[in-house]
């Protein structure tokens, strides 16, 4: 992944180190492997992806990213919880609030005991 139109090696070599240095490291590979696995994401989730723009700066790309990221995570949560019944969702809650009352009590008695 070359972006230059020139293909001069001490261009290239300049360009690599600007992209490592706006990327927090990652080579161009790396950028490509990391874009290609998110757009597998977005596909497995039914989320629309957007590639990024070369006119893009840095901070458009990760905001970019983020924004696909939050709505593939969106899309995967919505699609477990629409997968438990309403049983098991009222099981859940009773479970949360044993749990919820034993660890008051437990919070009491050491306040008491001190």
Request: net charge positive.
């Amino acid at each position: 992944m070359y972006y230059p139109l020139t293909p001069d090696q001490t261009e290239e070599k300049a360009w690599i180190f600007k992209f490592r240095r706006t990327f927090n490291m990652i080579t161009p590979i790396r950028f490509s492997q990391i874009e290609r696995k998110l757009k597998e994401r977005c596909n497995r989730h039914s989320v629309t992806y957007i590639a990024p723009c070369i006119e893009d700066s840095a901070q458009a790309i990760k905001e970019r990213k983020l924004r696909l990221q939050k709505k593939c995570k969106a899309a995967s949560d919505k699609k477990r919880w629409n997968g438990i019944s309403a049983s098991d969702l009222e099981e859940r809650a009773a479970k949360k609030r044993k749990q919820g009352e034993l660890l008051s009590a437990i919070i009491q008695a050491t306040v008491l005991s001190i």
